[in-house]
């Protein structure tokens, strides 16, 4: 059965996508998230500072659940697992990749962007995927139109969402949060302005499902 994303509890409406670069302090930005409230905290696998970030945050900042984003190999499921991510989040869901994920026996998150990826997942026996690349593809009007032929499936957008369109999306019965980079801003993080980043946090955190 699906690792389900429901396993890590519940899930702030806003999930930071975050970047980390060498010399930025992961754990204290995790503690700035935490505090303002997100504290699923989704670092991806962009950079080669990534695992090590997530290694000390699941090792330090024990009020964080960290996770590995960008997941696109087996090759890095093992790596997440191995730091102690809790959770994955695929951006897209080739067989192959969703398979290793399950195996891994963490939460896992693949993405969706069209209804034939979105059924094929819903076989397999997902009920919660991300929806990416949000806006690019279709936004708020896609996920408005799946939610009738697709009565069982949420959906986590991200790409593109900001504080200026989460509420749009959050209205949507079909999504319980959303992802996105905005709470975490390179130059903040560069800068070690965690105060920027708690209180983008505290906004992105005010937001809420249904409304
Ligand atoms: C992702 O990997 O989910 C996206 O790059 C995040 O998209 P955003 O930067 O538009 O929020």
New binding site residues.
Partial sequence: PQARLEALGPIPAVVP?VTISDGVDAMSLARALCRGGLDVI?V?LRTPAALRAIERIAAEVPEARVGA??VTSPEQVSAARRVGATFL?L?GSPGRLVDAALDSGLAVLPAASTVTEMMTLAERGFRTL?F??A?AVGGVRLLSAVGAPLPGLRFCP?????VANARDYLALPNVPFV????VCPGDALRDGDWARVEALAAEAASLSPGT
């Fill in positions: 996508v989704e991806v984003g960008t989040v951006p991300k990416f690349p806006e991200t790409g593109g969402v900001s992802g996105g980079s905005w």
